[in-house]
């Protein structure tokens, strides 16, 4: 009897914490959070090009605003597949609760997300961006998009080990770097208010969103990694 009831006992504690992480609404919040964030330039250029063809927009006549063109349609339509479902891989209950989808999502996201990069860098050298938008910019957004193409191949080669630590390390950097353009819509905007529209701090600001990110990134994987080898249930996922 003692040992019936030991056993009947014994899962009790682990499972009561599975399902409080369950309902912690921490999570809820943050895919909220993330997907707005990435929605934001989306919604500006939208706002901006259908201003433009009203003839609303202020400003000269080089105003940025280029045509629809396949690089560009492929760009934009590819951050945004990339920034929704991706938000949903951070949530460890989702993980739990639906593991293929996670990993049908993740073989999505690493095509998906070298598109956003690749189609990145194509603009990057091909298109005419803005008078005055400055060598230190174009610089700032090759290393963007180099350096999340190379997150992205470091954390598909480690799921494919299954590391799964070492790939959720990289594809949160990856996922940082795409977020980019969400925060540069308020390093920017704030920015240029306090410091003034020039090459300089326009390049500055836009590099400023990268590096908040990035540091958001390293902040949210070194919190995590007191709890990397506490026997997650994660780690026992299968890798394709």
Same mark, same amino acid.
């Given at each position: !009897? /003692?040992?019936? /009831?030991?056993? $009947? @006992? $014994?899962?009790?504690? @682990? #499972?009561?914490?599975?399902?409080g992480r #369950?309902?912690?609404? +921490? @999570?809820?919040?943050? *895919?909220? +959070?993330? *997907? @707005?964030l990435g929605l934001v330039p989306v919604l500006a250029d939208t706002l901006r090009r259908i201003a433009l063809s009203l003839g609303t927009a202020d400003g000269s006549t080089d105003t940025g605003s280029h045509p629809l063109s396949l690089p560009v349609a492929v760009h934009i339509i590819t951050a945004t597949i990339f920034v929704i479902p991706g938000a949903f891989q951070f949530s460890p209950s989702f993980r739990r609760r639906k593991p293929a989808w996670h990993r049908m999502?993740? #073989?999505?996201?690493?095509?998906? $997300? !070298?598109l956003v990069a690749l189609s990145g860098l194509w603009l990057n050298q091909f298109v005419s961006f803005p008078a005055g938008s400055g060598e230190l910019l174009y610089v700032f957004r090759w290393l963007a998009g180099l350096g999340m193409a190379l997150c992205i191949v470091i954390g598909f080669a480690a799921v494919r080990r299954q590391d799964i630590t070492r790939h959720r390390q990289w594809m949160i950097r990856a996922y940082a770097l795409g977020l980019g353009a969400g925060t540069q819509v308020f390093t920017l905007g704030f920015g240029e208010a306090i410091f003034g529209k020039t090459a300089l701090t326009g390049a500055l600001l836009n590099g400023a969103g990268w590096i908040i990110n990035l540091a958001a990134a390293e902040w949210a994987i070194r919190r995590r990694r007191p709890w990397k080898h506490a026997g997650s249930d994660t780690a026992k996922v299968p890798v394709p």
């Amino acid at each position: !009897m /003692d040992g019936k /009831d030991s056993a $009947g @006992a $014994g899962p009790s504690p @682990a #499972r009561s914490q599975r399902k409080g992480r #369950r309902q912690t609404p +921490g @999570a809820g919040l943050l *895919i909220t +959070g993330l *997907i @707005a964030l990435g929605l934001v330039p989306v919604l500006a250029d939208t706002l901006r090009r259908i201003a433009l063809s009203l003839g609303t927009a202020d400003g000269s006549t080089d105003t940025g605003s280029h045509p629809l063109s396949l690089p560009v349609a492929v760009h934009i339509i590819t951050a945004t597949i990339f920034v929704i479902p991706g938000a949903f891989q951070f949530s460890p209950s989702f993980r739990r609760r639906k593991p293929a989808w996670h990993r049908m999502a993740g #073989r999505v996201l690493v095509v998906v $997300g !070298m598109l956003v990069a690749l189609s990145g860098l194509w603009l990057n050298q091909f298109v005419s961006f803005p008078a005055g938008s400055g060598e230190l910019l174009y610089v700032f957004r090759w290393l963007a998009g180099l350096g999340m193409a190379l997150c992205i191949v470091i954390g598909f080669a480690a799921v494919r080990r299954q590391d799964i630590t070492r790939h959720r390390q990289w594809m949160i950097r990856a996922y940082a770097l795409g977020l980019g353009a969400g925060t540069q819509v308020f390093t920017l905007g704030f920015g240029e208010a306090i410091f003034g529209k020039t090459a300089l701090t326009g390049a500055l600001l836009n590099g400023a969103g990268w590096i908040i990110n990035l540091a958001a990134a390293e902040w949210a994987i070194r919190r995590r990694r007191p709890w990397k080898h506490a026997g997650s249930d994660t780690a026992k996922v299968p890798v394709p």
